[in-house]
């Protein structure tokens, strides 16, 4: 298992982040100077342009944020309005099939959770070459296998 990538790495979407920045940047800055170069406005309105600048460059901020750090301890995934810390052996599966927007982790507890931060938008081959290595990563420090998954008891209905 030589080609893991060092911990810690960090994944996240480059090419789709630089636009999202970029764009956040460019609309505050035209919609402001709009907003204070049109000098029929009251200041109220002109505040308004540049609150309405502002809250259109947080929302690209806010998208880009995702990414997926992982380390030593475990994974965290940075989603848009959250944050989460996985220890490795919570994570069973790796998934980024055909058609997928994201990376989706397939936990211990059977739940699912979607990874923002390797998405193959802009940059395909980028994002297939980062869930190889959070796969590979996962799958030599996870002591959960995919097999492994929780059965019903004998007191539970299996049907």
Same mark, same amino acid.
């Given at each position: 298992?030589?080609? *893991?990538?060092p @911990?810690?790495?960090?994944f &996240?979407? +480059? ?5 999202? #920045?970029? $764009? /956040? =940047? ?11 170069? *049109?000098?029929? @406005?009251?200041?109220?309105? &002109?505040? +308004? ?5 502002? #809250?259109? $460059? /947080? =929302? ?59 998405q ?40």
């Amino acid at each position: 298992m030589s080609d *893991l990538p060092p @911990l810690p790495v960090t994944f &996240r979407p +480059s090419r789709t982040r630089a636009v999202l #920045l970029t $764009a /956040g =940047v460019a609309i505050f800055v035209v919609i402001t100077t709009v907003g204070l170069l *049109l000098e029929q @406005l009251s200041s109220g309105e &002109r505040l +308004s342009f540049v609150f309405t600048a502002a #809250l259109l $460059a /947080g =929302v690209l901020f806010l998208l880009s944020r995702p990414k997926v750090v992982a380390d030593e301890s475990g994974v965290t995934v940075v989603n848009i309005a959250g944050k989460r810390h996985l220890d490795w052996a919570e994570i069973i599966q790796v998934n980024l099939r055909p058609g997928d927007p994201w990376v989706f982790l397939n936990l211990s507890d059977g739940t699912s959770l979607p990874a923002l931060g390797i998405q193959p938008g802009i940059a395909k081959q980028r994002a297939i070459a980062d869930a190889h290595a959070l796969r590979a990563l996962a799958e030599a420090r996870s002591t959960a296998r995919p097999t492994s998954r929780p059965t019903a008891g004998p007191d539970e209905d299996q049907g």
